[in-house]
Structures are given as C-alpha cells and as structure tokens.
C-alpha cells in the first residue's frame, strides 16, 4: 500500500500540495520528509503525537524521518496559534529540552544507523544561531513577499494585538530550515499538524523557486473529538508524554474514558492496530464500545511507557471500575505531617493532587453529591483527613472516573 494511502485512509491527511505527485514520489522510492519540534518544553505533549506517529507509519514503509529540533527556532517562537508573544528561552534551557525530546522520540522512531531508513535527529540551531543576516536576507528574504506573508493565517490573528517583527521572521526561518535540509539529506518533504500549514507551503515554495526541484508539505488533522474540541485537556492540564508530568495510569484512564464517537478516530491515528480491527471495534455500540476503550487505552499506554506499565495501569484502572477496592498501582499523593499540620482539608488536597483544578471546584464537587471517600459519600465540604486515616490510606473519588489516594509520609 502506497505510503500517502496508508495515512489517509487511518485518517492523518489534512492538506497536501501536489498531492499525485507526492504519492508518485512515495511509489518511486525512498522519501525523506521532516517534523519540526520547538523546544518550548522538556517534555513532548499529546499534540506531538499524531505527527510523531504519522513519521513511525511513513517510517514502517520505508521512508526516512528527520525529526528537526527548534534549538534556533526556538530562541524566536512560533505565533502560531498564540494570541501572545511566547516567553524567549535560554539556550540553555533549549538545549536541556531538546535532549529531552530526543528520549521521547526514540520510543517510536528507528534510529539504527545501520539501516537506509533510519530517522535522523537533527536542530537547527546548527545552521540559524551562526546566520549571516546579511547573507539570509539577500538568499531568503528576497524571494518572500510582504504582501503574500501578512495574509497568511498565522499572522493573521495577531495583527490586531501586534506581531513583533521578532515573530514575523519565523515563517522564513521555517522555510530556511527546509532549504537547509533539502541540501543536506535530500528532503523533499515536511509533515506537521494543520496549525502549520501557512508555514510549511512557505518552505515548500521556496525549493521550488529557488531550487527549480519538487518539494511537497502535507499536514496532519489535528486532535479533535467528534464535536470539535481539542483533546488532550485535563484537569492537570497538557496530557504529557513524560511519566513524571502525567503518570501511566492518569494517561490510560485518559484514553479509556473518550467519547464513544471518538473511539474509532483514536483507534486510527494513536495506534498502529491494523484497520479492519480499527473499523471493527469502533463499530460497537452500547456497553461493548467499552472493550475498543480498553484496546486504545492498553495500545497507546503501552507505545509510549512500556506493555509492564500499560498493564499496571489497566490492572488499576478495572479494579476501580470494578469496585474492588484501593489498588497499589493508583495515583497517590504522600502528605508530610507539616504539610498535614497547614491544612488538612479534603477539597485543599484534591486540588493539590489535580482532581480538580481549585478548592472551589473540589466544594462545588461535594455539594452536588459527586465526591465519594472510603466508599461513603462526602457530604461535608469543610471535611478534614485525619492521621488515622491517613496512615490506612484514603481512597477519593471524584464523579466515576477520578480516584486518588492519600496516605501519610
């Protein structure tokens, strides 16, 4: 199956340009596309894993990944997207998230040097924090209009708050760093979420003029549930991809509670189950959609942190379901008898553990009846844990998804 087909038809393609070429391109042998990551944190997030997993697909047959750092990108920002200025990082700071992305990104990508395919890590800070602006101007600038560039979407939206010039330079960086690539690995080819899509047919056009050569940028959907909502929200916030930002347990339960709607989208695009299974098990309705659930949750928890730690997680996750009790392998959060000694209000540490997102929500909870410890029902919001219970451990729920249990230092 042609490369191009294999992600359209488990529903990554958004938009393409010269899309019978890109597919002839696929069929006529080895690609090497690229992915930019800017480095704005040290940890990759949920948003970076379609794109990630479109690289591993396009990777399984046969193609080369570059997975591009932003280490000089980075230092600008992207305002795409941002009705802000994005804060500017150290380089030191970048390059500490950089080897970080690194990591993450070797759970999914082949980096075995001794194969034609193999991915390739590459930054390029290698080539724009050592850039003659003189000379970039002269190269680049010349071939980008003002005009064209102010129309585009990612500018668009901050025009009316202010776009710096700072910001303005990105789409020719981004373009740049396509021309560097071509050069130096033969890329024909950037891939990345739809957000990026004014960007990318930048860079794409910029090898066609400059280079007189075909170059091609295809985007990926965006992860969206059915009704049009980002996914990947929670009430910790970004469903990270480090285990220490977002434990196993928390991202499977994530996974396990999606919409029915949505199960068979996630099916396709976070998992690599081939796609009559896909269309079987989101095909189910009613309380047997719950085991196409339990597959995407194990399949993704397992990609990313391991088949021991996807089972934990699932192991955690039915005894509570099942209402078997506390399980070891739940979220705990561990209280210092200082920390005890300042406040040992229910609501204050169900935020504190992130079962909900302030002491307001973790009341409002209660007062509707939706908060439950030790199997009883919470009906006082100005409750307090005690030592004694606390040495036992406490097992709250909140609604029927959320548990968490307390225990004392």
């Known amino acids: 199956m042609n490369a191009y087909d294999i992600l359209k038809e488990r529903g990554f393609v958004a938009q393409v340009t010269y899309e019978d070429d890109l597919r002839k391109a696929f069929e006529d042998g080895m690609v090497t596309f690229y992915t930019g990551f800017d480095p704005t944190a040290d ?13 591993a697909h396009l990777q399984r047959a046969g193609h080369k990944p570059i ?33 970080c992305f690194k ?3 070797a759970k ?38 003002v005009n064209r560039m102010l129309t585009a979407e990612c500018y668009k939206q901050r025009l009316e708050r202010g776009l710096t010039f700072l910001e303005f330079n990105y789409m020719l960086m981004q373009s740049y760093d396509f021309l560097q690539l071509f050069h130096r690995h033969d890329c024909i080819l950037q891939t990345g979420g739809d957000d990026q899509w004014s960007n990318m047919l930048s860079g794409a056009d910029l090898i066609r003029r400059k280079e007189q050569k075909p170059a091609f940028a295809l985007t990926f959907k965006l992860l969206l549930t059915h009704d049009g909502r980002k996914m990947g929200k929670t009430e910790k916030g970004a469903l990270w991809l480090d285990p220490e930002k977002c434990s196993p347990y928390d991202f499977y339960q994530y996974w396990r509670n999606v919409d029915d709607a949505d199960v068979e989208k996630c099916l396709g695009l976070l998992t690599f189950l081939p ?90 909870a209660i007062q ?30 909140k609604g029927k998804k959320t548990f968490h249990k307390f225990v004392m230092e």
């Open 103 to 105: 990591k993450q990104m």
């Open 43 to 55: 940890s990759l997030h949920i948003g970076h894993y379609i794109p990630i997993m479109a690289m």
């Open 108 to 145: 999914f990508l082949d980096f075995d040097e001794s194969k034609p395919n193999c991915a390739i890590i590459a930054n390029n800070a290698d080539w724009l924090r050592t850039l003659n602006y003189i000379d970039f101007l002269r190269e680049v600038g010349a071939l980008f209009s």
């Open 368 to 397: 509707q009846g939706g908060v439950v410890m030790n199997d009883a029902k919470l009906t006082d919001c100005d409750a307090h844990f005690t030592v004694e219970m606390l040495k036992e451990g406490v097992v709250v729920r």
């Open 67 to 99: 997975a591009l750092m932003g280490g000089g990108t980075g230092m600008i920002g992207d305002p795409s997207g941002k009705s802000d200025l994005r804060k500017v990082l150290t380089v030191e700071d970048i390059d500490h998230n950089v080897a």
């Open 275 to 364: 796609m009559d299974e896909v269309r079987r098990l989101g095909a189910l309705k009613d309380s047997a959609i719950n085991e196409a659930k339990r597959i995407l949750a194990f399949a993704v928890t397992k990609l990313l942190h391991g088949e021991e730690e996807a089972a934990r997680a699932q192991s955690a996750a039915e005894a509570l379901f099942s209402n078997s009790g506390s399980n070891e392998n739940m979220p705990t959060t561990t209280i210092s008898q200082a920390d005890f000694d300042a406040d040992s209000r229910v609501i204050v540490w169900m935020a504190k553990a992130g079962m909900t997102k302030s002491n307001g929500e973790a009341r409002k």
